[in-house]
């Protein structure tokens, strides 16, 4: 989406520990601004100080981890930074559920399970459900009690289809997060999202922010190397150059993720597959083929060549080569056998679908670029999505 009209700002819809939610008037209707505070709390607000320069650097990661999950097909509530300190979204009826995804036993974990020492990794990413309640210290429900609290968010019934949508979609969230930190030798140790239903379309998508008080994160997977907010938790008396320290971690942290989000919109451009074709008949197979790499995030170039061109090629590089013969009459008797039955010394692979023939390739290149990888993974949740969709549609 995009957002560049003019708005005035409306009443306060809601006002959270770190941040403020206002109605806006614009020509487009059903948006919102969500301001960020100078403000940093522990324990459910017991603990609170004054950050100066927090909510610019808030809004500066939120805006780099949103940019990261757009681009790879993900759909949040994020739509633009307006300006420095406030981001403009889609209004939503929140979920009173945070959804934290664990890949390392840490924290309040090994707290609630004795026995789990620290540092235990889960694979598959561990995943937990907490109500949203401060009063009574936001407790942890089941998968259980999510169902059967029967959560309604504006004319929506958080029903076990959205639970089952919602638990796909967090885990390949911190999946991704976790390929893009990657990138910088940042352990994702573990990351709380909250999702909401859109006011227009009803559909469930990430909401609130992601920043650096929603995650652990370690260096080089070093605990002592910490540079989100358990630094600031783990803080018995707050002196000036604590805040200080503090302030640099954030800083950091925003700096770092902005260059990770720009790197990944780097690997996409230049991440090319070359098409060959006998000859310009064959132009519209291989624009099929060129259109699922470039929703996968690769780019492609064409080149018309001669007949035959698989083994050749196969023959004449150390790069991977996948044949792809466009559709003729012939192919049940002469023509696959020239890509399928090859010389001695040659390996090539034969897909016979454009779109099978760009995932291979996405494949082959999502094992050195994190942006690829991420979009498959996407692409694999959003499988899931459309599967559990058809289904609850048939049931009604």
């Known amino acids: 989406e995009v957002c560049d009209e003019a708005f005035t700002l409306g009443k306060l819809s809601c006002e959270g520990k770190t941040k403020l939610v206002y109605d806006i008037n614009s020509t487009t209707p059903g948006r919102c601004l969500i301001v960020s505070k100078d403000t940093i709390t522990a324990g459910n607000g017991a603990k609170k100080n004054i950050m100066e320069g927090k909510a610019e650097m808030s809004t500066s990661t939120n805006a780099s981890a949103m940019q990261i999950l757009n681009d790879v097909g993900i759909k949040t509530s994020f739509i633009k930074?307006?300006?420095?300190?406030?981001?403009i979204s889609p209004q939503c009826h929140m979920i009173p559920i945070e959804w934290v995804i664990r890949r390392v036993a840490t924290g309040s974990f090994i707290r609630r399970n004795v026995g789990v020492k620290e540092g235990y990794r889960f694979a598959p990413p561990k995943l937990e459900t907490f109500f949203k309640d401060d009063e009574n210290d936001d407790p942890q429900w089941g998968r259980e009690v999510l169902e059967e609290a029967k959560l309604k968010c504006g004319d929506i019934e958080i029903t076990s289809h959205l639970i089952d949508m919602m638990e796909k979609m967090s885990v390949t969230i911190f999946e991704v997060m976790e390929k893009a930190w990657q990138t910088k030798d940042v352990s994702l140790i573990d990351m709380k999202i909250e999702f909401g239903i859109r006011c227009d379309t009803n559909e469930v998508i990430l909401a609130d922010v992601i920043d650096n008080d929603s995650w652990r994160i370690w260096p080089s997977g070093d605990k002592r190397?910490?540079?989100d907010k358990q630094v600031y938790r783990n803080l018995k008396t707050i002196t000036n150059n604590d805040m200080k320290n503090l302030k640099e971690n954030y800083s950091w942290v925003s700096e770092q993720l902005g260059e990770v989000a720009e790197s990944f919109r780097d690997q996409t451009k230049s991440t090319t597959v070359a098409i060959f074709m006998g000859s310009p008949k064959d132009m519209a197979h291989c624009n099929s083929i060129k259109a699922s790499c470039s929703d996968l995030g690769v780019n492609c170039t064409l080149h018309v060549s001669s007949n035959g061109l698989g083994p050749v090629i196969s023959g004449n590089t150390v790069l991977p080569v996948i044949n792809c013969p466009p559709p003729s009459p012939q192919w049940c008797t002469a023509d696959i056998w020239s890509s399928l039955r090859l010389p001695s010394g040659l390996g090539c692979a034969t897909l016979l679908d454009p779109?099978?023939?760009?995932?291979?390739?996405?494949?082959?290149?999502?094992?050195?670029?994190?942006?690829v990888w991420?979009?498959?993974?996407?692409?694999?949740?959003?499988n899931f999505l459309d599967l559990k969709q058809s289904n609850a549609e048939l049931k009604q």
Request: glycine share 2%; hydrophobic share 45%.
């Open 355 to 371: 779109q099978a023939a760009a995932l291979c390739s996405a494949q082959i290149l999502a094992q050195r670029n994190p942006a």
């Open 225 to 227: 190397l910490m540079k």
């Open 374 to 382: 991420a979009r498959l993974r996407v692409k694999q949740m959003k």
């Open 81 to 87: 930074v307006s300006p420095i300190t406030n981001g």
